[in-house]
């Protein structure tokens, strides 16, 4: 995906703040669009469809956690990269953001050459995080092209980080995958989370899914068992 195709929302109640992250992105060909709290930033997003949407945690009218969640629960938005922009560093915060379907963080105050980095970053992970289109492990089958899981005939939707990380798991049933490389994998490298960000979505996906599947390999991490 080349860049000047690229279309980036940012989300932020600091005038200033907006500004500045809005030139630094446009300098490298991106197109920009803003707006200055939750309720806007849906609308525009409606009208605009981007690629990557950037929210402040902290804002008036509707927060970003809220806005995250209100964006998840639109079928358009379902595979959108989503990250906050935040200057707090607590994990309960982090943790939440992860919850309603957040793909990363960015932290205050910006750099610009770091921030149009991350920006990069999000959209290789976007663009080549592709595995087999469709796979199926008993009654279990992952339609990677529709996000889509279905389970016994019956379909499930899941957060895009959800879907990531079973769609790693179930890629080789038995095998178990360290925590730093799921990590690296559905995450990236360049991707600061705390340490119970994995056991967070495993709780979810055993919600969801069963308790049977996902496997805990205590101080190692986790494997998917049909």
């Known amino acids: 995906m080349e860049v000047n195709d690229v279309k980036v929302l940012l989300v932020d109640d600091e005038s200033d703040v907006l500004d500045f992250m809005k030139y630094n992105l446009e300098k490298e060909g991106f197109w920009v669009y803003t707006a200055n709290d939750g309720i806007e930033g849906i609308q525009v997003a409606r009208k605009v469809n981007p690629h990557v949407i950037i929210l402040d945690l902290m804002m ?9 969640r209100e964006l998840r629960s639109m ?3 379902k595979n959108t990269v989503i990250a906050f922009l935040t200057a707090r560093d607590e994990d309960y915060s982090q943790i939440a953001g992860f919850e ?4 990363d963080y960015i932290s205050k105050p910006i750099k610009p050459r770091v921030f149009v980095s991350r920006i990069r970053a999000l959209l290789r992970r976007l663009e080549t995080n592709e595995a087999s289109p469709k796979m199926k492990v008993g009654d279990i089958e992952i339609d990677r092209e529709r996000y889509m899981v279905v389970k016994g005939g019956n379909e499930i939707q899941l957060p895009r980080k959800e879907f ?3 769609s790693l798991l179930v890629s080789k049933p038995g095998r178990v995958f360290k925590r730093e490389e799921i990590l690296s994998k559905v995450w990236g490298n360049d991707t600061i989370v705390g340490d119970r960000t994995i056991d967070v979505h495993i ?3 055993r919600e969801k899914i069963g308790d049977d599947y996902f496997k805990t390999i205590k101080g190692i991490g986790y494997k998917f068992d049909s």
């Open 60 to 68: 008036p009218k509707l927060d970003g956690i809220e806005t995250c």
């Open 164 to 166: 990531e990380l079973m």
């Open 203 to 205: 709780r979810k996906l």
């Open 75 to 77: 079928p358009e938005f």
């Open 100 to 103: 309603v379907g957040a793909d």
